[in-house]
Structures are given as structure tokens and as C-alpha cells.
């Protein structure tokens, strides 16, 4: 968590490209907020918990949440928050 919050440059617009229900079978997505397919700011790191990873706090329109950083991608590549984001992601999914 150290090395990430000296690494990223908050906030951030990052993508939910995982989720760990049926999102993906579903039109729930579409509606909720904080859900698959959905871009929100992220506005700094939260906590940990141990099957999710580090939580974030962000921001969807008016509405704050938390979700956890490693079912978020930043784009495009050129975003200084990118490669942070992908090596946590990475990381945590190989832990």
C-alpha cells in the first residue's frame, strides 16, 4: 500500500472491468452504481482486506463508494496512473 500511494497521483479516472458477481449475465450493471463497465474518479486508497486487496474510495457522479483497486484499469497507457494500477492488478491476481 506504501509503495502504491507513492506511486499514484490521485485523483484518478479508472474503468471497473471486474466484478466478482453475476454482473456479467445480468442488466443490474447498468443501473447501480459502482458496477462493471462503469468509469468513476478514484479518489485515494482506503484499507485492505484480505480477499479483496486494497479497497478505494471513488467518486460516480455524485455518489462515493468503495471498490477494490485490483477490479479497476486506468486508460490509456500515457496515464501516469496506468502502470501502477496494472502492476497491483497483476500482482494481486498471481498472489
Same mark, same amino acid.
Given at each position: ?9 490521485? @485523483?484518478?479516472?479508472?474503468?471497473? /472491468?471486474? #466484478?466478482? #458477481? ?10 447501480? @452504481? ?21 479497497? /478505494?474510495? =471513488? ?7 468503495? =471498490? &477494490?483497486?485490483?477490479?479497476?484499469? /486506468?486508460? @490509456? ?6 502502470? &501502477?494500477?496494472?502492476?497491483? /492488478? ?6
Amino acid at each position: 500500500m506504501k509503495w502504491l500511494e507513492e506511486n499514484l497521483s490521485f @485523483p484518478f479516472t479508472a474503468k471497473m /472491468v471486474d #466484478d466478482d #458477481d453475476d454482473a456479467y449475465f445480468t442488466d443490474v450493471a447498468e443501473r447501480e @452504481p459502482f458496477r462493471l463497465g462503469h468509469t468513476m474518479t478514484v479518489l485515494r486508497l482506503e484499507c485492505e482486506i484480505l480477499h479483496y486487496g486494497i479497497m /478505494v474510495k =471513488v467518486r460516480e457522479k455524485r455518489r462515493i463508494g468503495h =471498490v &477494490p483497486l485490483a477490479d479497476l484499469e /486506468v486508460s @490509456p497507457k500515457s496515464d501516469l496512473n496506468y502502470w &501502477p494500477v496494472r502492476e497491483y /492488478v497483476e500482482w494481486f491476481g498471481n498472489r
